[in-house]
């Protein structure tokens, strides 16, 4: 399959009206964000587009896209591939749709003063979001994986007397 470049800007009313679909990729440059997350960025960013209106007759955006990027384990320090699988549903913010009325599953996106949306930056977006808070190789994986970790003791708490139990002597009489 060819590999067909994604437009950096696109007008989802425009191609919901026309029921368009987008597959291609982003090239991984493009990303400075995302690079700066992560070690680094691997593989071009794939995505699929499809652009439609749904029964309420929003304008609706659904969307799929994948990266490998390398991210550094939290337990021992090593460097691991990590896929970015990442799924969305957008409509643009009108005037005419109030937030209350939307599914739970569509996302508000703002229209530029063109009525565009720029489509680099919201996949980027997308993928920052997808990494894990602290990256981890799968225990077995890990070289650190099967050790007991611990960074000091807890010294036990002082047995003080409960401040409540003045009212438990008034409770009995």
Not at 4 to 15: G, N
Not at 42 to 58: H, I, M, N, P, R
Not at 96 to 117: C, H, M, S
Request: aromatic share 6%.
């Amino acid at each position: 399959m060819q590999k067909v470049k994604l437009p950096i800007k696109i007008d989802p009313v425009r191609c919901a009206v026309k029921r368009l679909d987008y597959v291609g990729v982003v090239e991984r440059v493009q990303f400075v964000r995302l690079a700066e997350s992560v070690i680094d960025v691997l593989d071009d960013v794939k995505a699929e587009l499809s652009f439609g209106t749904d029964a309420q007759g929003l304008t609706v955006m659904n969307g799929h896209a994948q990266a490998r990027v390398s991210l550094e384990c939290q337990r021992c320090g090593d460097a691991f591939d990590h896929q970015c699988d990442i799924e969305f549903i957008y409509t643009p913010l009108t005037t005419k749709v109030a937030e209350e009325e939307l599914p739970e599953a569509y996302e508000l996106i703002e229209l530029d003063e063109n009525g565009e949306i720029d489509l680099y930056e919201l996949l980027e977006d997308e993928l920052i979001l997808s990494l894990p808070i602290a990256p981890m190789h799968a225990e077995h994986d890990c070289k650190r994986g099967g050790m007991q970790m611990s960074w000091g003791a807890i010294e036990p708490a002082d047995e003080r007397p409960n401040p409540f139990a003045v009212l438990n002597s008034l409770k009995n009489k």
